[in-house]
């Protein structure tokens, strides 16, 4: 224990945590402008007519036009959030925000936005203001050279968790012996200059598998060991620029660069820093006051060490709650969101929903493009919990209509990392009668196949 | 030492950041061979063949074919008789057939000219019908017009007016009617040859060249997107219209009304399957009116070896195709069916030919990693 107070008590130079709050800022501003621009809040939040809501968050939808305004304050608050004006409400502002337009509709989840909201909830309680910020420059009593060294360590840990997870979720016999879902996605890659040559090769698709792999479970060390630090940011450099190449995955290999920079010391993020400074006219040797920052307050720093605590050990534990149910996980996904599982599989599928009328034997297939967007339809087919709130819609709708002795069914294939499509929902199930819980769905058909590892 | 690589390490982060596909900064691989073996896929060849040997000469027999049908009906306004009209009936089929096997491209011209709907919207509105041939001087480039020409409206002119010929050809005859009704037949025509000749000309001038020289592998990509019309075809043109929406499969009232050709009341079977050959020729890659099977789909799947369940998918897929033409080939006229409601025998053919939906849409798909329509959003 008193290794721990002697740890929670140790400081560190504010500088890199400074430079990781204007980063962070700064490309979420980016983000938000480039999904606005793209007019993607116009097609992903305001033209679908039905939205996905995540279990136990039904409340939470699109405001409408109001969207954009959702949108605008949260790109507000990111601005404030770079340069640390007013930067603890600013950061709840951000976390709330962004949050809320992720729960909006989880036809969207990407498990980078996931990461952007953690990442927001966990800067709400450090110190992230009190260097090089408009807070530390209004008032001197604000402004610290040094912070507790918890709060830069807190960020490389979540980091950490993140590459870990990722690299453990691969150690499964599809992505190593298989080289699936990559022997399906680097050949259509063929375009790419030099490389694209050889995206058709198998020794190619394994070379990606298990490099892929292996970086993610090794990268945070090779950042933690100073002696490994740079060869080991190339190597971020590298994956990150390659994924980006390959695969529209948008801002997240820009954030994921940015925020490897945290790993570094002090020295780097002062020159980083300096010339920030020069551009703005600002005396950076403002900061340097040997000023240490400190939770004066008893109750506030127990509060806050444990609200962290508490934070880290549900993020260790939460990826493996997939282990409580039965069955593939990848192929009935129950567990699988928020777990770090990024890129794993290659699946797709198709549904026709079958309204039957159980008094008189009538039926009428749906014609999904009616209620759902392309996007939705694709998500949907291939997660049983979207299928269940859509057929749970498609009745409400339906009754309204003036139908009546509703039951709904689903004829739904799915096809998984290469293998045929098998069927995926019993199609003798009524869906109407079903209700969404954390509880296994007993009405997935078991995969017919076997994957083997983590 | 450290400065310069922190100087290299952010230029080339901005580098990428700026360039959204550049590919500067993908390492060089490790040895600077030759691309290996001439075994890799073209998709330059695939869309060659599907240009020069499918499309343009499908365009051109379709051409032709509308042609012969003015010559047939310069005939019939010549000598308004039963023999002509049967003539002009014959050479409206051949056009009909014909057109089965173009429909599907709507991609580049036609995909502009929105070909597909102002060539065969059914069932035609008869009212509107009658009130422009009253009316003369009809727009029929208005898109309120598009279910009142075309095929269907022709198929009503030849086959809807009467319940003999004699009396059709008796109303043709009628000094009220039968000039308004041969100028709008007139006007139908040469709007359907007009459209033609257009899409026609583009194929044969610059779009070729467009098509063909746009084989990457992006979302606007030529194979990504006429990969998914093609499917979009498949689903909603073939299965859903010339069969499901009639059968009632998404309403559970039966529509005979609905039927392609419903006034010639015998051929929608004859019409269904001529686009489901033209839908399996296109997959394996076979020349129009030819034997040669050239670079297709099948190709692409077996070039990649995809197996699923020790089968290639590409003979999953045919064998697919020929159990539900095998299906479809021992039903009537699809009239004759819809006259039991609900029509069993249409229903479970229908269900045959909804069986190639997923193999395509999922398996198919997903094997040449090509994403469902142009989705441009973020993935992780």
């Given at each position: 224990?008193?290794?721990?107070?002697?740890?929670?008590?140790q400081?560190?130079?504010?500088?890199?945590?400074?430079?990781?709050?204007?980063l962070?800022?700064?490309?979420?501003?980016?983000?938000?402008?480039?999904?606005?621009?793209?007019?993607?809040?116009?097609?992903?939040?305001?033209?679908?007519?039905?939205?996905?809501?995540?279990?136990?968050?039904?409340?939470?939808?699109?405001?409408?036009?109001?969207?954009?305004?959702?949108?605008?304050?949260?790109?507000?608050?990111?601005?404030?959030?770079?340069?640390?004006?007013?930067?603890?409400?600013?950061?709840?502002?951000?976390?709330?925000?962004?949050?809320?337009i992720?729960?909006?509709?989880?036809?969207?989840?990407?498990?980078?936005?996931?990461?952007?909201?953690?990442?927001?909830?966990l800067?709400?309680?450090?110190?992230?203001?009190?260097?090089?910020?408009?807070?530390?420059?209004?008032?001197?009593?604000?402004?610290?050279?040094?912070?507790?060294?918890?709060?830069?360590?807190?960020?490389k840990?979540?980091?950490?968790?993140?590459?870990?997870?990722?690299?453990?979720?691969?150690l499964?016999?599809?992505?190593?012996?298989?080289?699936?879902?990559?022997?399906?996605?680097?050949?259509?890659?063929?375009?790419?200059?030099?490389?694209?040559?050889?995206?058709?090769?198998?020794?190619?698709?394994?070379?990606?598998?298990?490099?892929?792999?292996?970086?993610?479970?090794?990268?945070?060390?090779?950042?933690?060991?100073?002696?490994?630090?740079?060869?080991?940011?190339?190597?971020?450099?590298?994956?990150?620029?390659?994924?980006?190449v390959?695969?529209?995955?948008?801002?997240?290999?820009?954030?994921?660069?940015?925020?490897?920079?945290?790993?570094?010391?002090?020295?780097?993020?002062?020159?980083?820093l300096?010339?920030?400074?020069?551009?703005?006219?600002?005396?950076?040797?403002?900061?340097?006051?040997?000023?240490?920052?400190?939770?004066k307050?008893?109750?506030?720093?127990?509060?806050?060490?444990?609200?962290?605590?508490?934070?880290?050990?549900?993020?260790?534990?939460?990826?493996?709650?997939?282990?409580?149910?039965?069955?593939?996980?990848?192929?009935?996904?129950?567990?699988?969101?928020?777990?770090?599982?990024?890129?794993?599989?290659?699946?797709?599928?198709?549904?026709?929903?079958?309204?039957?009328?159980?008094?008189?034997g009538?039926?009428?297939?749906?014609?999904?493009?009616?209620?759902?967007?392309?996007?939705?339809?694709?998500?949907?087919?291939?997660?049983?919990?979207f299928?269940?709130?859509?057929?749970?819609?498609?009745?409400?709708?339906?009754?309204?209509?003036?139908?009546?002795?509703?039951?709904?069914?689903?004829?739904?294939?799915?096809?998984?990392?290469?293998?045929?499509?098998?069927?995926?929902?019993?199609?003798?199930?009524?869906?109407?009668?079903?209700?969404?819980?954390?509880?296994?769905?007993?009405?997935i058909?078991?995969?017919k196949?076997?994957?083997?590892?983590? | 030492?450290k400065?310069?690589?922190?100087?290299?390490?952010?230029?080339?982060?901005?580098?990428?950041?700026?360039?959204?596909?550049?590919?500067?900064?993908?390492?060089?691989?490790?040895?600077?061979?030759?691309?290996?073996?001439?075994?890799?896929?073209?998709?330059?060849?695939?869309?060659?063949?599907?240009?020069?040997?499918?499309?343009?000469?499908?365009?051109?027999?379709?051409s032709?074919?509308?042609?012969?049908?003015?010559?047939?009906?310069?005939?019939?306004?010549?000598s308004?008789?039963?023999?002509?009209l049967?003539?002009?009936?014959?050479?409206?089929?051949?056009?009909?057939?014909?057109?089965?096997?173009?429909?599907m491209?709507?991609?580049?011209?036609?995909e502009?000219?929105d070909?597909?709907?102002?060539?065969?919207?059914?069932?035609?509105a008869?009212?509107?019908?009658?009130?422009?041939?009253?009316?003369?001087?009809?727009?029929?480039?208005?898109?309120?017009?598009?279910?009142?020409?075309?095929?269907?409206?022709?198929?009503?002119?030849i086959?809807?007016?009467?319940?003999?010929?004699?009396?059709?050809?008796?109303?043709?005859?009628?000094?009220?009617?039968?000039?308004?009704?041969?100028?709008?037949?007139?006007?139908?025509?040469?709007?359907?040859?007009?459209?033609?000749?257009?899409?026609?000309?583009?194929?044969?001038?610059?779009?070729?060249?467009?098509?063909?020289?746009?084989?990457g592998?992006?979302?606007?990509?030529?194979?990504?997107?006429?990969?998914?019309?093609y499917?979009?075809?498949?689903?909603?043109?073939?299965?859903?219209?010339?069969i499901g929406?009639?059968?009632g499969v998404?309403?559970?009232?039966?529509?005979?009304e609905?039927?392609?050709?419903?006034?010639?009341?015998d051929?929608?079977?004859?019409l269904?399957?001529?686009?489901?050959?033209?839908?399996q020729?296109?997959?394996?890659?076979?020349?129009?009116?030819?034997?040669?099977?050239?670079?297709?789909?099948?190709?692409?799947?077996?070039?990649?070896?995809?197996?699923?369940?020790?089968?290639?998918?590409?003979?999953?897929?045919?064998?697919?195709?020929?159990?539900?033409?095998?299906?479809?080939?021992?039903?009537?006229?699809?009239?004759?069916e819809?006259?039991?409601?609900?029509p069993?025998?249409?229903?479970?053919?229908?269900?045959?030919?909804?069986r190639?939906?997923?193999?395509?849409?999922?398996?198919?798909?997903?094997?040449?990693?090509?994403?469902?329509?142009?989705?441009?959003?973020?993935?992780?």
């Open positions: 224990m008193s290794r721990f107070k002697l740890y929670i008590h400081k560190t130079e504010a500088a890199p945590l400074a430079v990781f709050r204007i962070f800022g700064v490309l979420m501003v980016i983000s938000i402008i480039r999904f606005w621009s793209y007019g993607w809040i116009d097609k992903l939040y305001i033209q679908p007519k039905f939205f996905f809501s995540y279990y136990g968050f039904e409340y939470i939808k699109p405001l409408g036009q109001f969207t954009y305004l959702l949108f605008l304050i949260c790109a507000i608050a990111a601005f404030m959030v770079a340069i640390g004006y007013k930067y603890r409400i600013s950061i709840i502002i951000f976390f709330l925000s962004f949050t809320y992720e729960l909006m509709d989880k036809t969207t989840y990407l498990n980078h936005y996931y990461f952007i909201s953690l990442l927001s909830f800067m709400i309680f450090l110190p992230a203001h009190a260097y090089f910020s408009v807070d530390a420059l209004k008032n001197r009593n604000k402004a610290f050279q040094y912070i507790p060294k918890w709060s830069i360590d807190s960020i840990l979540l980091l950490g968790i993140v590459y870990v997870y990722a690299g453990l979720a691969k499964n016999s599809d992505w190593l012996f298989r080289a699936m879902p990559l022997k399906i996605w680097l050949p259509s890659k063929f375009d790419v200059p030099i490389l694209g040559n050889y995206f058709g090769e198998e020794w190619m698709h394994y070379a990606f598998s298990w490099g892929g792999a292996l970086y993610d479970l090794s990268i945070p060390f090779l950042l933690l060991w100073s002696r490994t630090r740079w060869f080991a940011f190339m190597l971020v450099v590298i994956f990150h620029v390659l994924t980006r390959l695969f529209p995955i948008g801002m997240f290999p820009y954030i994921m660069i940015f925020s490897a920079l945290i790993f570094f010391d002090a020295r780097l993020h002062k020159k980083i300096n010339v920030i400074a020069k551009l703005l006219r600002v005396n950076t040797g403002y900061f340097e006051n040997k000023r240490q920052f400190s939770l307050n008893k109750l506030f720093f127990k509060l806050v060490t444990s609200v962290l605590i508490l934070f880290f050990a549900i993020q260790l534990l939460f990826p493996f709650r997939y282990l409580l149910y039965p069955g593939e996980l990848f192929w009935t996904e129950e567990g699988y969101r928020f777990s770090w599982r990024v890129m794993l599989t290659e699946k797709a599928g198709y549904t026709q929903f079958k309204v039957v009328n159980g008094q008189n009538k039926w009428f297939y749906v014609d999904n493009t009616e209620f759902l967007t392309s996007f939705q339809e694709k998500q949907m087919a291939t997660q049983s919990d299928i269940l709130q859509y057929a749970k819609f498609l009745e409400k709708h339906f009754y309204a209509q003036g139908h009546r002795n509703i039951e709904i069914y689903v004829d739904s294939r799915v096809a998984l990392n290469g293998r045929l499509s098998t069927p995926f929902i019993d199609p003798n199930i009524d869906l109407t009668k079903q209700r969404e819980s954390f509880k296994h769905k007993s009405w058909i078991p995969f196949d076997d994957i083997k590892g983590i | 030492m400065k310069v690589l922190v100087v290299l390490v952010f230029i080339s982060i901005i580098v990428a950041c700026s360039s959204s596909d550049s590919s500067d900064d993908t390492p060089t691989p490790p040895t600077p061979t030759p691309p290996p073996s001439g075994t890799a896929f073209q998709r330059s060849a695939m869309l060659e063949n599907w240009a020069d040997n499918i499309i343009i000469p499908s365009y051109q027999d379709f032709s074919s509308l042609s012969d049908l003015n010559d047939a009906f310069g005939n019939f306004t010549v308004v008789d039963e023999n002509n049967l003539a002009l009936r014959n050479a409206w089929l051949e056009a009909y057939l014909a057109w089965q096997r173009v429909s491209f709507e991609i580049g011209p036609a502009t000219l070909y597909r709907l102002n060539m065969n919207i059914y069932p035609v008869v009212e509107k019908v009658e009130t422009n041939i009253s009316a003369a001087n009809t727009d029929l480039s208005l898109p309120s017009n598009r279910d009142a020409k075309g095929f269907p409206t022709l198929d009503y002119l086959n809807g007016l009467g319940d003999t010929d004699a009396a059709i050809v008796a109303r043709f005859n009628s000094p009220a009617e039968g000039s308004d009704l041969l100028n709008y037949m007139e006007s139908l025509i040469s709007d359907m040859v007009m459209l033609t000749d257009q899409v026609l000309q583009e194929w044969t001038g610059s779009f070729r060249t467009t098509f063909v020289q746009n084989d592998s992006s979302a606007t990509a030529s194979v990504d997107r006429y990969v998914n019309d499917i979009l075809y498949y689903e909603r043109f073939l299965r859903a219209g010339k929406i009639p059968a998404f309403t559970s009232t039966i529509a005979p609905n039927l392609e050709a419903f006034y010639k009341g051929i929608s079977n004859q269904f399957l001529e686009g489901l050959d033209a839908v020729d296109f997959f394996n890659g076979i020349g129009f009116n030819s034997s040669t099977n050239g670079v297709g789909l099948d190709d692409y799947l077996d070039d990649l070896e995809v197996i699923r369940d020790g089968q290639n998918l590409s003979d999953i897929i045919n064998n697919q195709f020929d159990t539900s033409r095998n299906v479809i080939a021992d039903l009537n006229s699809f009239q004759e819809l006259r039991n409601d609900p069993v025998q249409l229903l479970l053919a229908y269900d045959e030919v909804q190639i939906v997923p193999l395509l849409k999922v398996d198919m798909l997903s094997a040449l990693d090509i994403n469902v329509d142009f989705q441009d959003a973020d993935g992780d």
